[in-house]
């Protein structure tokens, strides 16, 4: 059985210590493990990339970002085994992962522009002949902790920044699915990137505290729940280093009765199936402002939804793939269940899901509930699963403040036609991402990701101009000089002539 | 005996409870007690801030701004007055106080241009016929806690920002100086501001603790010292907060030996002694440069010290005033016995300050020591007293070794005239502010504060450009609009017409 | 006679030479005349702003916006008299004449905040030890040339801005109505402003001749007609100068089916017939889609011209007044006499306007006008009088394409309920200001104004961001220390320490 | 005979017109002709470029800026190709071209970050609920006209820009040297380039005129000599365009007493020199203060300058290669046969050029001229050759003089290690390029390039931040929604439901 192990220095890295299954979830089947880095690892890997910090950040940031341009290349270059590693270990279909990897590359293509971003600020005479400036510094070492449902894309969201910017980086992704992540690490090498300044390390809990609580990590960023989102905060800045942490999320799209219904029914369709609504941006709840919309859009969805295939990710044809794991799977169909107990309707049913070949996978099919209300579970948990939650409100402003009301704050839509009811929805919601009939609101990467209330912890948001700044810290400088001997005096007597 | 209250929802506030003294530092003497609040007061401060918030989030930022310009006019026209209730409850000469005065008035003028930082960024055809654009929206109440050495300049370093970008405050400034605080508060209110955008509550560790758990309070701005700091920090992240936390400071200037003595010494004066180096950029160790350098340094300085006065603050003679209380000067006192006792020599001796007629006040004279040692406690703490500590190094890196050992990394400055040597230090150096010739290389209000190590906890540093960014949250919007049938089609139907 | 004279140096100026009546519109009456500078006394001018330059380029940034802080202030407490000026002059109403201050006073507002938009930027390392940065330096002398219709925000566009940045001006003013001009002028100077940074000279040909023609004049700024605007910018450009010419208009509003015609016809009557429409954003042309429309908007329309009020400047309860001489009353009289000839319906008379005990003043009554078609001369040029002409369209890419083939390309507007028609019509018209539901899209002070087409010749705009940029030239420095003499070596003996 | 011919619309383009020589200067010999545009074929180039514009102006920037990624990666591919095309029809040395062609990618590198550098500026509440952005759209056509001595660079300074900013383009590039240029543009179509969007027309005056007066063509950028550049200036904004030409220059170094003098000499060869001093930022006169520099500099340059090789373009060994033509070898040798003439001292004469084996190639060798006055023609005028002229002042400000009084005003450079004397030259000299130690001040492609007085006609600079504002025209939406009908009101009952 193959053992996936660590990327440090520049160099495979295995120790023989515990490990954990990886499973390919269309089949169910076990064919790898993975090594579980003990705090010596960890430690191995933060001190390679201390080492190679002093070097890197005083390459000039053109190099650096050239880089990152040979980067994307390679990444382009390999992108169908990219792919073929992320349907293998983590379900989705490869035209689905096909779409992480793009959406992953614009990180890269957006690191690429750092000379322009790293730009300080530059004021002359702030008083007589004195100039003041802003230099944005690399931090040194900076670690990212990034979750099993984009193994390939959340990576990219943070670690060609922080790279670019100057800074070394420890990466500790998904233990789940680590194997496309590794992939593109050394692909990374391979583009020119000096050893360790990027070190990849598997594990669990070990290697997230050992990262915590290291001195010589400086930030922290991480994607995953809430819960853990949290905690991940609290003890990295208990700890004086900067964190950003994003966590959970419940997505909910307004369908306003000037709604283009068949752009609704077929943009939820992605949205909320897309990845087996493994996505921290899913559509999985839609608001529908009077039954006449509802009734509407409830039966072209559940129309829509016969054609809907899945299956195993080698699979082109299919539209989504298995969830992560046995144990997900029995969750997410849990919240189903808890749906129709708690008197939901169950419209279009998953449930029982078996695709002829792959009876073991991991599936759960789309499933439709109706007549959700704000206190049953599955509304006020996060499912992460194949799963669209319709409500019913009498009005815009029932449907935003249910939006306001839910823990979370990722990302929301409204469907409408009109700019009055667009522009109020945007100003007044309490939600970091919106979209005006688009129901993945994920900004591109020349903007910044980041949802407010309980799905994201700290004041940077993730990549972009937020990347940027988050990567580095300030330093300003006030300049004068002393007057002139050189200038007016009797410089011919200076002995630097002799 | 004159009680100093709050100022909540537009309105003085005074409840009958707990108080402290505040003394005049000059005299020695208290003719004034402070209100220290109760959580119930505290909570009605920020209840007052969350009802003003939603209306004040929705006036135009120029409105906003105005204010602000208004302000500004006051603060000037009133600039006696703020100047003598800082001298009376902090001992700063006038002068100083004006000064004092005046960057935080820089920090207004700075606010007054918020529709300019406060553009989102704009992006047509993200895809097709996809607009994407970020606003930058106030987050809602926030708070400000502020220390007594600048009871004007830095609660103007937060307020006016936080406000114009449309968050509404609750500022709990020092208990032993408040009186000037409150008055500039309510001259806000004068020039315009509606009632609740900023509450004033004067208290201690029950104010502080009410802000740091209450759920209302969406960030905290802190200036103070390290361990304060430290935990501001730790425990408003904890309830997911935002926080920006100042700590202290250590600054030493690096004398290289082509320095331009003669300015070493006459801009050392002020930068050591200046308000009884109660400033957290107070320039407190000066690193020679080889022997020569240092007894030249030394024997000018001390020649010079001779000159320095001390005394009653209203007195515009005097170069620097008493320290805050009679404890803090046996504190000062008992740092420069502690450098004598551990082999330090003391040049000039300010222990025995008692100026005639003021015999009480809270005194401490300029004072220069020399040997100083990184191992003394004296170098080790923050000493906040007129103290200037020379230590000797053989060359500029170990000038630099000495800095970047130290826990603080507020501010430091480097005296040259070789551009090689400015800009390697300036590169290097793990500070956050540095000078080049300019021993309190404070920025400017258009550039932002903040040190490095344990001398700021935070990613985003006080006022300025930087402030804008942490009084907002970002939003980002993507917009895409359903095909045209108002644009193309049989619109003279359109019920919108009848 | 009172003669109005020139403003150079800090002084009153006058020289006894040729002058030009000033007409009160109002009444009709000459009270005043202007004196005609010669070139001798716009050279002075010049030579006074090009002595006035090297102190004040050197002022710090901070100061020279604290002059623009005080101008601020100054111009709000001399409101009054200010707008009492413009309508002695121009004769628009007193409010008008307050909405036009306001404007202006917006751009001092923007020039206050000089200290963060004349920041340069910094890059560190773009190649090893090798660190590059911008500054954006003041050009010198510069010229601004305003129309009539504006004689306060207009100069208000150009001279705050330009001398903010360092620059020194000279102004030539509208010899029509030239005491607000010269009033504020001296408002400036009162506000600190030093001698010489800003002179007014009243001239005609000659005066814009010899700024035009002068070497020391580095920049012109000019807002008029396009005839002017093109002979200004060719003759400029062509003797080395940098200059933006800002022109004529004729600016159109589409009506789509589904406007809120209440709002359409209230928002009209402001932008059609405020200040007499003598406004280069003013709304002249309503375009409807579709005769339902059409007859609706002009059945309210003409209705609500009912109410409307025209009469002296000083009553307020008037909606508009007089126009700027008697020659242009012929003229726009002249224009309804041409649409009336070439086929199109006079709804709404205004060209017997002659209010009791004020039939001498330049009257001409509001004028609705129906069935405008393309090649009507009333339609091809620009009217600048209180005349509405509407137009009937099919669709609105026929209203797109009436003001795509227009010669001018100044501002426009779409009145629409539609997210879709809004967005395609601001992304697609070829107009450089556009109004969604807003009828006079003049950008608001920090951003810049400025037409497409032969509305402006140029390629900076007007205020805002791009005046900035307008009124500095860019200077890149490249920096590259010598090693480290200093810093590594021999440095102890050194001659700077003895 | 090869004939060259032009690049339209996709393909390769000739017409069987007029032709000129295109010569090997290596040699001397002519192996191949360049076709000489009509004004037709020039037509026939800017038609194309007018078709592809709508669809090109509406591709999302991400898809116009990937199509410069890939750009970028066949110009790495093709690098030896595109340096043989260079040295062969240019004469310089193929590492030369290399550096050249480094410099050119840099600008491709800065195109690809076109989605940062095209956001518009957006603010929320100009007004109550009215909002306003800026977008910077593309203008349509514009040409680019291009100058021999750089002949990949400095149209790679201009279209990579104006193209990814969503312009066609129509580029004329000198006709001395056009076979790189019209490979590069062969090899962006490969990189996905649509049809028309670039093409490049060979030509001479006529191709000019044609360009500078079709009213299709929105804008003109230019390098060249004054001269010309005055010409394209005056004829293009004649005609409304709007147009950057960049002319010639005089670059001086300052020489301090207290210099690096190694430095001075092995930075100055190289600058003096490289590229046979064809550059226009060309380091070609140095101004020693004092006898005592000039001696000593003047010893170690022409001890240097001995082992300076020249020759053919395909041997690496050389330092510098021919000039371009005969006419120019005979113009560079006029120029110091003058100094000779006007007294000046040839020092290192390179007059009698004539490497073994090129005898008949258009070499001149390495000339150092001292005593060279400010009134000799070899100082006033730009020579274009290896020579360089030294001059002698007594102190800093009689250098500043010279180099402010000469007509030019590129670059320049000072050698010094004081920082004051650094900042006092960068700060007041009236030249647009800086270079503290940095011989060759050209700023980097994230920074802009341009002189000042008559090196530069209009306001703003090739490349970079200028390059993307000269590229793009402000348009400015303000809007407004009517109020909420769908959201507020009767929204059932809308049609768009049934």
Known sequence: MQTIGHFIN???????????????????????????????????????????????????????????????????????????????????????AAGELQRGIENVEYACGAPEFLKGEFSKNVGPSIDSWSEMQPLGVVAGITPFNFPVMVPLWMFPMAIVCGNTFVLKPSERDPSATLYIAQLLQQAGLPDGVLNVVNGDKVAVDTLLHDHRVQAVS?????????????????????????????????????????NVVSSLLGAAFGSSGERCMALSVAVAVGDEVADLMIAKLSEAMKALKYGPYFDKNNDF?????????????????????????????????????????????????????????????????????????????????????????????????????????S????????????????????????????????????YGPDGARFYTRRKTITQRWPTANVREGAQFSMPTLN
């Not at 009939?437 to 903007?447: D, E, F, M, Q």
Request: hydrophobic share 40%; glycine share 8%; net charge negative.
């Open 10 to 96: 520049g160099q495979h890295h295995d120790e023989h210590s515990r490990t954990q299954a990886v499973f390919n979830p269309s089949t169910g089947t076990q064919d790898k493990q993975v090594s579980i880095a003990s705090a010596k690892t960890v430690e191995h890997a933060i001190a390679s990339a201390q080492a190679a910090f002093p070097a890197w950040r005083d390459t000039p940031v053109i190099k650096r970002a050239r880089v990152m341009f040979k980067f994307k290349e390679l990444l382009e270059q390999h992108a169908d085994k990219i792919c073929e590693l992320i349907g293998e270990e983590h379900g989705k279909i490869v035209h689905d």
């Open 222 to 262: 991480f994607v995953g729940s809430t819960p853990i989102a949290q905690y991940i905060y609290q003890t990295a800045t208990a700890n004086g280093k900067r964190c950003q942490a994003l966590g959970g999320a419940k997505n909910h799209a307004i369908v306003m009765p000037d709604a283009d219904i068949d």
């Open 321 to 425: 793939g298995a969830v992560i794991t046995a144990e997900h799977k029995a969750k997410v169909i849990a919240y189903i269940d808890s749906a129709e107990q708690q008197g939901a309707k169950i419209i279009v049913d998953g449930r029982q899901a078996a695709p002829t070949g792959y009876e073991n996978g991991f599936y759960v099919g789309a499933t439709l509930i109706d007549q959700v209300q704000a206190n049953m579970t599955s509304y006020k948990e996060e499912i992460f699963g194949p799963v669209l939650q319709v409500m019913r409100v009498n009005n815009m402003q029932e449907a935003m403040d249910l939006i306001d009301n839910h823990e979370y704050g990722n990302g929301t839509c409204i469907y409408t036609r009109d700019g009055e009811a667009a522009r109020y929805f």
């Open 427 to 462: 100003d007044h919601i309490k939600v970091g991402m919106v979209g005006i009939n688009v129901p993945l609101p994920v900004p591109v990467a020349y903007h910044s990701f980041g949802g407010w209330k309980r799905s994201l912890f700290g004041d940077l948001y993730a």
